[in-house]
């Protein structure tokens, strides 16, 4: 396989994980500190990134190829606070965990109201709480 720059395997992802490396670092997941009235704040972000890529001969070997691809994500997740001598971390919200939350809550839920719903019928009584069926083989009335 040629070392050309576009259908170099190696190379592609060497380009791609320099390219991700620099968005990657205590920049992405902190933020430039903010200072007034005594009191430091620095946010912080949960930063997630991946790539892959790959290459080689086209099936019938006319050809070469390579491609590939990267991405990333950041979400802000709270702040650190600096006052004085006291340093706190101090959490956002996360909204899908609540409405996983309450999911989670709703279907315990049904189900607790399924098992504790009314007998139907005499359906949740016991063999022995029963009168005997005479027509019931191996009973008597």
Excluded: K, Q, W, Y
């Amino acid at each position: 396989m040629p070392d050309h720059p576009a259908t170099d395997p190696a190379g592609l992802l060497d380009r791609l994980a320099a390219s991700i490396g620099d968005s990657v670092g205590a920049g992405a997941v902190f933020g430039a500190p903010v200072t007034g009235d005594g009191v430091t704040v620095i946010p912080v972000a949960r930063a997630r990134f991946g790539f892959g890529g790959g290459g080689g001969p086209s099936p019938d070997g006319h050809g070469e190829g390579a491609g590939g691809g990267g991405g990333g994500s950041t979400r802000p997740v709270g702040v650190i606070v600096l006052r004085g001598d006291r340093v706190r971390f101090r959490r956002f919200p996360n909204p899908l965990a609540f409405v996983a939350g309450v999911l989670v809550l709703a279907l315990a839920a049904a189900l607790l109201a399924r098992t504790l719903r009314p007998c139907r019928a005499g359906a949740c009584r016991g063999r022995d709480d029963r009168a005997a069926d005479p027509d019931e083989p191996g009973t008597t009335a």
